[in-house]
């Protein structure tokens, strides 16, 4: 479950199982993957979560959609239809999959697309259920699974203020556990559409709930810009092979690029700090090291009197700071000091 100032980062597998339940873990497996920094020797959290999809396909299209010829490189059948139920996996592989999430310590989130998908639910109970952009306005699907008092994650790939304050108001009626995730539901997001600052918008306006990020751009980028905004969430299509048939893999991540991007979210966690403004104690060194401090311009003797004209800036910074000058102008010197000299305190009277 989301935890406080820890991104909440889902693996989406969607339709990348491409119909098959070894595939749907093997993807499991890549999001169960530890991710380790190199350069700092660190050991990062990997993704929390894996996202499934269920459909019931005599609710999806109409039977014209259903039966029109589905003929192109990414169809798994002659029509949209067969291409659709060559798909779908079933409640019990729905079952294996989540047992198999759950071994490798994962969360499991499951979209459902109709009110007779909430049956699965009778032999699992995910962790969160998930709204796709589509079911926004699906208020009364919304509202059985608002009943099954799961927390709910919205997308709102497709909705305005009104269309997002209107599933609000039918969920609340059950549980206030919602998590919204600003998304473009463009397959990929052009730059132009993504408008992060968006997730600016829901934080100011719907701050009670966690807000997050569903990601359909191409790379790794906008996930971690995302979190720097104070997204919780980020959801992310992944695969075990972006060159597989299907519609989806072009747009996913490969395993590089989930451990990349994971590693990227984390040390933005760790990027972030506080809001303060302070002298971390792990730039002493530097700060002695490459810091200037008040030094002689000339050769200076012992009874001189300094004087501002006698003195400039050098490194390294363990002596007097120009803020101190006055600590050093006015004072005799103690001993003779050479030209291009810090002076310290011991060098005064």
Known sequence: MMKKGETYIIGEIGQNHNGSVDIAKLIVELVARPVHEDVFGLDLKPMNAVKMTRRDLDEELTPTQMNRIYDNANSFG????????????????????????KEK???????????KCLSMLKLFTPDYLKVASRDLTNLPLLAAMAETRIPMILSTGMAGKKELDDAIEVITHYHNE?????????????????????ITYLRKNYGQYHIGFSDHTIGISAPSIAVGMGAEIIEKHITIDRHMKGTDQPGSLGPDGVNRMV?????????????????DKCVSAAKEKLERSIATNKQLYAGDVIKEEDLHMLSPGDGFKWAQKDEVVGKVVAMDIPKNEIIYPKMLK
């Open 78 to 101: 002659h029509t949209y239809g067969e291409h659709r139920a060559f798909l779908e996996l079933d409640d019990d592989a729905h079952f294996e999959v989540y047992k198999y999430a």
């Open 105 to 115: 310590g994962l969360d499991f989130v499951e979209t459902l697309c109709a009110k």
């Open 178 to 198: 919602i998590s919204i995730l600003h998304c473009v539901s463009q397959y990929p997001t052009h730059p132009d559409n993504l408008n992060l600052n968006t």
């Open 263 to 279: 590693r990227d979210i984390r040390m933005v966690e760790r990027w972030l700090g506080t809001e303060d403004l302070y002298i």
